[in-house]
């Protein structure tokens, strides 16, 4: 038998063996991520955006890596992933973020951008079953950008609670009303920093049919940065004795109403919590003037003291 | 003595003989009398002050007054003195030799009858009384000439004294001589207004029923309602007045009122039925509680059969939750981690509150259940009530089902210590299945989604199995996408194929999952072939040892294998695709969203697989490759 018949012979009794794999399975992990898309239409030059996405696998029993790439041409020096191209996802761990940073350049163009971001699982160790072709998964992640050349101011309100707070109390003539402080998460949804407006506390009686007091809150409330999401308070007084009432809330956002609901405020004796409350900001208006008066006679008194005793040594030096 | 009987035939005879007799029988008795020196005694004073011969007797004067007497508690028409309480006068007599005196009242001005006493050693003991027709309202004891005087005397209803005229009463000082016992001539009436006669007697109010018109809810009204008069006409009508209190215990006559057990009082102006109102406590358990009803006119004068018992009820009133009290995963957005399965972990935190309390009278707990319904807006708690038959794990996750199947889990985080507490916190965790509707923007959520949210509805149940309406949160959360794949089997099989074939058709298969909540395409690339590929590892570029990617085929369909197609697509069928190592593809598989949480029923795509081996191949064995999948979120219209 020459050569050429020996391989016919051997390939024709092999080669049918080719793809007779041997490893495959019924089961296999599944692959997924949330949210599929990174997304923002208000972004304005110089502003940084950071979105967060899960890497969700099923079976966590082998180590892998995400890797990952960005198919976006026109914005790919924008986008990076802050854990890097390869992410690890360990023996045992089921979901890891990956955080997806978008820096818009100063000289970005006002319009929208589109690409991708693709993720694709691999094995930790680099090795696939043998004699197979074995299938990986991925996703892929839509981006959706905007830049835009004005200023979005907008919020939403994601939670809003009120605490169980100690009534008003009096300190010789002046009165200190109970301090309300009404929590609110604040998702800025806009490209500047912002904070509500005004809030504004209808407080009526337990069973929400008598109106007892209006009030709103006293200061400025703390400014959520742009795309952020933060836990601010709004410090709202009330003259009301310790009860059960239900508050009528409206958040404002300048003059547009961004929320506006019902819940229940418990007032307490005095004394029966350990918080602070109103100092001197929440006085009335005529308590206020009724501490300040004096001291500014006391002040004006001392110049003019200062002023006669200045003069008077300035005579006797003449 | 002689005279002429002509001139005087009807002359006595024994005409002047009495005068003489007379005269004769006082001489004898002066003589007498100076003699034996009678009265010597008796008129001591007044023969030390005089010396003179002759003999006068001074009679005992009268007390005078020297205070007027007055009411010492003026009674009047405005002032009447109630019935049951005394009336008491007082003034002050003098009398002129210091005899003590005696303040007698009486109803008219008849001359009274100044009594003497036995001697003079007893005076002040012979009280004077009213005249013949007069009442007589009172006397006061003996009182020292000069000092002050007090007579009272206790009213009634009826018999002498009248409640619709005024009483009238006439004033006297009068002593008890034992000679001569005199009053004043005159009587006085007071000078003082209204502590002047009159007096006026008050009558007591009629009381003749009590009741309410409960049950009424907490913080509501209750009206107290009474049959009930005053009888007096003088003065004009009486207001009357219902007090009502919470025992019979300690109502105050003096302040008409409950010193710790009060309830309510009448607050207007009645003349009859007098009624009062109350404004229940906000917080009150549904309850029976006693009142006693207490008449009482205007000028403090209770009724006789005060009190009369009529309980009032609270009525029951179902459980209440306010919108912004509902917090749905802590404000944050609801995100799905686990393919196929249900993500647990989500939570929920809500306040139910009873106006009731959340403590009953017998201190077991008022809120016993709560109903809750996550849901995607659009379907609304009229769609996702909280039943069993609501449920739906792509929109509706209602607690009336079994935890087997939807495992809410709540506990209080508050415990109920006091009937004065309303609320009761709860703080639970719940699991969402894979297929949960999305509602975020995302690009290729479908409209109808995206302008929903998820929202959660809740209301609570007390003891009396009475439920609250429901309310929604105030702050509803996106469900965020999940785009999910899975592969029924790990690998494709081509099965054995000799150099220089190809596979008949597009006969190997792979099997993509929707596990994800959203609708799916696939994105496929893939490497050439070879005994020794490994991740990062490639093929080398070898004719005889290496198949390249492009000479596998693929498709949604089992076409025959396109063997005239060249390498980059060259000649092959349009609905046939080329693997690529450097180009992913889009395979319109078209997964729709899943919506049955059974992997029976999970939504599945076909992905048909063809190769060719080159002839060139000499190497026989095992080749292996890898092939990537790669899960794209569908277009809208594909969910």
Redesign the interface.
């Known amino acids: 038998m020459n050569l050429v018949v020996r ?1 016919f012979v ?3 009794f ?8 041997s ?4 089961v ?10 990174v ?1 923002n239409t208000s972004l304005t030059r110089n502003s940084t955006y950071e979105q967060q996405i ?1 890497l ?3 079976d966590t029993d082998v180590a892998q890596k995400a890797e990952i790439t960005i198919d976006a041409p026109l914005i790919q020096d924008w986008i990076q992933i802050v854990e890097g191209g390869e992410i690890r996802m360990p023996v045992g761990v ?2 890891v973020p990956m955080t997806v940073r978008v820096t818009v350049p100063k000289d970005a163009e006002f319009k929208d951008y589109k690409g991708a971001i ?3 699982t ?2 930790d160790d ?15 992640v ?1 981006i ?1 950008l905007s830049v835009i050349d004005r200023q979005i101011r907008d919020f939403r ?6 605490a169980d707070l100690n009534e008003g109390n009096k300190l010789f003539w002046l009165y200190f009303p109970g301090k309300i402080n009404f929590d609110m ?1 604040i998702e800025n949804t806009g490209n500047v920093a912002i904070a509500p407006s005004e809030v504004v506390f209808r407080i009526f ?3 929400g ?1 008598v109106l007892l007091e209006e009030t709103s809150n006293i200061g400025k409330i703390a400014k959520v940065p742009p795309y952020g999401t933060e836990l601010v308070s709004a410090k709202i007084p009330t003259h009301l004795p310790a ?2 009432y ?2 009528r ?1 409206t958040i404002y956002n300048g003059e547009d109403i961004k ?6 405020l ?1 007032i307490l004796p005095y004394g029966s919590l350990e918080t602070a409350g109103f100092g001197f900001i929440g006085l009335s208006l005529a308590h206020k003037v009724s501490i300040l008066l004096p001291l500014f006679a006391l002040m004006i008194a001392g110049l003019y003291w200062w002023k006669i005793r200045r003069e008077s040594k300035r005579y006797r030096r003449q | 003595m002689s005279y002429k009987k002509e001139e005087f035939p009807h002359y006595v005879k024994t005409a002047g003989k009495i005068s003489i007799i007379a005269a004769l029988t006082g001489l004898m008795v002066f003589v007498f009398t100076l003699m034996f020196d009678v009265g010597a005694k008796e008129f001591s004073k007044v023969s030390a002050a005089s010396t003179a011969t002759t003999t006068l007797t001074v009679l005992n004067t009268p007390p005078a007054f020297t205070l007027e007497p007055y009411e010492v508690i003026g009674s009047a028409t405005t002032t009447p003195t109630n019935s049951g309480d005394a009336v008491s006068w007082s003034a002050i007599g003098t009398d002129s030799n210091g005899a003590p005196y005696f303040l007698l009242v009486c109803s008219t001005n008849a001359v009274p009858t100044a009594h003497n006493a036995s001697g003079p050693g007893n005076l002040g003991s012979a009280p004077p009384e009213c005249g013949v027709g007069s009442v007589q309202w009172g006397v006061s004891a003996s009182t020292t000439s000069g000092t002050l005087a007090t007579v009272a005397t206790t009213t009634i209803e009826g018999g002498q004294f009248s409640t619709s005229t005024p009483n009238d009463w006439y004033a006297w000082v009068c002593d008890d001589d034992p000679s001569n016992p005199r009053c004043n001539s005159v009587p006085s009436q007071g000078l003082y207004a209204t502590s002047s006669s009159p007096f006026h007697v008050n009558s007591r109010p009629i009381f003749s029923a009590f009741g309410n018109n409960g049950p009424k809810e907490p913080g509501a009204d209750i009206t107290f309602q009474s049959t009930s008069s005053d009888p007096d006409l003088l003065g004009g009508d009486q207001n009357i007045y219902l007090v009502v209190c919470s025992t019979n215990t300690d109502y105050n006559p003096t302040t008409n009122t409950c010193a710790t057990n009060f309830i309510a009082s009448t607050s207007i102006s009645l003349t009859d039925d007098a009624s009062a109102t109350k404004t229940l406590d906000a917080i009150l358990r549904d309850d029976t509680y006693a009142a006693y009803g207490y008449i009482v006119d205007q000028y403090g004068h209770e009724a006789a059969t005060n009190p009369l018992n009529f309980d009032f009820d609270v009525s029951n009133v179902a459980p209440t939750v306010l919108g912004g009290d509902i917090t749905l995963n802590g404000g944050s957005a609801l995100s799905l981690a686990v393919m196929g399965g249900e993500t647990t972990g989500f939570t929920l935190d809500f306040i139910v509150r009873d106006a009731n309390s959340c403590l009953t009278a017998a201190s077991t707990t008022e809120i016993v259940d709560y109903n809750v319904a996550i849901f995607r807006s659009s379907y609304g708690t009229t769609t996702c009530d909280g039943s069993a038959g609501s449920y739906d794990p792509n929109y509706c996750y209602p607690n009336g089902v079994a935890t087997t199947t939807w495992n809410l889990s709540c506990a209080p985080t508050n415990t109920c210590a006091s009937p004065l507490q309303d609320n009761i916190n709860y703080s639970c965790t719940f699991p969402l299945w894979f297929v949960a509707d999305p509602t975020d923007p995302g690009p290729n959520t479908p409209t109808a989604y995206e302008v929903d949210n998820w929202s959660v509805g809740i209301s609570g149940t007390d003891d009396d199995t009475l439920t609250g309406p429901m309310a929604t949160t105030s702050n509803p959360q996106e469900l965020i996408s999940f785009s999910a794949i899975d592969i029924v089997s790990s690998a494709i099989v081509y099965g054995g194929i000799e150099p220089g074939f190809n596979s008949p058709t597009l006969s190997a298969t792979s099997t993509a999952l929707n596990v994800g909540n959203t609708g799916l395409d696939q994105e496929v690339r893939g490497e050439s072939m070879c005994g020794t590929f490994a991740v990062g590892n490639n093929c080398p570029t070898s004719p005889t040892s290496t198949i390249p990617e492009w000479r596998q085929q693929f498709s949604t369909t089992t076409y025959a294998y396109d063997a005239d197609a060249t390498e980059g697509g060259g000649l092959l069928d349009p609905w046939i695709l080329q693997l690529s190592s450097s180009t992913n593809q889009e395979v319109e598989i078209n997964i729709p969203k899943t919506v049955a949480t059974s992997s029976a029923f999970w939504q599945e795509g076909t992905t048909y697989w063809g190769i060719a081996v080159p002839v060139a191949i000499t190497l026989a064995g095992n080749y292996q490759g890898l092939n990537t999948y790669t899960a794209v979120t569908a277009e809208p219209g594909d969910w």
């Open positions: 391989n051997v390939l024709a092999l080669i049918p063996l080719l793809f007779l794999s490893g495959i399975s019924e296999f992990a599944g692959f997924g991520i949330t949210p599929p898309y997304r899960l969700v696998r099923s089921q979901k693709r993720i694709r691999l094995p680099g090795q696939i079953s043998a004699g197979a072709v074995s299938i990986s998964l991925g996703a892929l839509d959706n309100v994601r939670k809003i609670s009120a998460l009686d337990r069973a049919k009860n059960s239900v508050a809330y929320q506006e609901g019902d819940i229940s418990n």
